[in-house]
Each structure stands twice: as structure tokens, then as C-alpha cells.
């Protein structure tokens, strides 16, 4: 299954460089502290569900501003299907950890407004950078960090399933219909709606690592 791989260079790059490192740093932070047990664990995976959606109904939205250009309307529509197969992942795992997670967090609100105002308008490149930026995210420095996530007993398996999916890279024709998509868009779109979704994430991330102790 192919992922999107970042424009080379610029300041997009160096965003998404900056939040795989922070996100390395976090998950392991937490980890070390203890804060990354069952129930923060679970409400990880809702977080990465409910922006899953917010990102398929991102490129859809791409994908219909699209229509007059099919090769680029392509590439949205293959790169939501893969976003939806990553959210069915990420509720298949919350289903094996036999637990009910919270609502979204009210940075997802903020994320999904963003993208109902911007999908649609001159502004679409700053929603296409945000959807790459958590695309990736869990990719390149966060790698390793992901990796040592899925060795903590709740994380094994099918509940790590969807951690793991996030974390390959791979390349081929879709990729290569993804970059033509984001060079469509200017760097400094793509930069701006990155740096927004990082910073969501950072402090939805946050909060999630705050919900300690076994979810019944």
C-alpha cells in the first residue's frame, strides 16, 4: 500500500522533519514516564482515527476541486481510499483493546473546520499540507519511536496494526501521482497548512498521553 512521499527540500520538508522529531520525542517521553499505558494508548488511536476522516474528507473535497484535471482528481480520490483503509486499521485496533475511547479531542474540531473552510477555495494547498504532513508523520525520526510503541504488550498485534501501517514507506505509481498532486500546490502552502496540523497534533497528542490507567 503507498504512501505519499514529501516535495524535496523547502520549508514544507523542514515542518515535517521538525514534528517527526518532536513526535519521536513525545511517544518516548511518555513511555519513560509511565504515561503511555492501555487507556492513553487507545485514546491515541481515536485521535488518529477521527483525523484519518477529517483527512479522507480532505482529499475528497481536493478531489472534486479537481474534476477538470483527472490525473490530479486521481490522485486524490487513491490517496483518500488509502487514508480510509488507515482509519479502519486504527478502529480495528481500538476494537482489540475491548474499550470505549473518548470523543475527539477539540483540536480535531479545529482541524475539521479548517478543512470545511479551505477544501474548497484558494486555500485548498494549505488542507493538502496538512493531510501530508499527518501522513508522514509517522514516518522517517518517528519511525523507531513507533516501533518501540508496538512492543509494549497492549500494542502488540492487531492493536499495533494500524501504528505499523503509518510507519511503512513504500514507492511506486501512486506516489508518484501523490507528488504530482503536491507540486500542484505552492511550498508555502503546503508549509502553512503543515505547520498548523502539526501543531494540532502536538497538543492533541498531549492531552491523549494524559489519560492514564486501564480503560475497562
Known amino acids: ?13 523542514e515542518v515535517l522533519d521538525q514534528a517527526q522529531q518532536r513526535l519521536a520525542k513525545a511517544v518516548l517521553a511518555a513511555i519513560a514516564a509511565g504515561r503511555l499505558d492501555r487507556g492513553a494508548y487507545q485514546q491515541w488511536l481515536a485521535l488518529e482515527y477521527a483525523l484519518c476522516r477529517v483527512d479522507q474528507r480532505a482529499l475528497l473535497a481536493l478531489a472534486d476541486w479537481h474534476r477538470p484535471q483527472p490525473v490530479l482528481r486521481s490522485a486524490a480520490l487513491a490517496w483518500a481510499a488509502e487514508i480510509d483503509e488507515h482509519a479502519s486499521l486504527a478502529a480495528t485496533a481500538i476494537r482489540a483493546l475491548d474499550g470505549i475511547a473518548a470523543g475527539p479531542a477539540p483540536q480535531v474540531e479545529a482541524w475539521r473546520r479548517f478543512v470545511d473552510t479551505a477544501s474548497g477555495s484558494a486555500r485548498a494547498g494549505e488542507t493538502l499540507g496538512a493531510v501530508a504532513l499527518h501522513t508522514c508523520l509517522m514516518r522517517g525520526a518517528a519511525r523507531s519511536a513507533i516501533a518501540v510503541v508496538r512492543t509494549l504488550p497492549f500494542a502488540a498485534g492487531t492493536a499495533g496494526s494500524h501504528l505499523l501501517c503509518r510507519s511503512l514507506s513504500q514507492a511506486g505509481p501512486a506516489c508518484d501521482a501523490r507528488e504530482s498532486l503536491l507540486q500542484a500546490y505552492s511550498a508555502t502552502a503546503l508549509a502553512v497548512g503543515a505547520q498548523r496540523a502539526a501543531a494540532w497534533h502536538r497538543s492533541a497528542l498531549a492531552a491523549a498521553f494524559t489519560t492514564r490507567g486501564e480503560t475497562p
Not at 2 to 12: D, K, N
Open 1 to 13: 500500500m503507498a504512501t505519499s512521499r514529501p516535495p524535496r527540500g523547502g520549508r514544507w520538508r
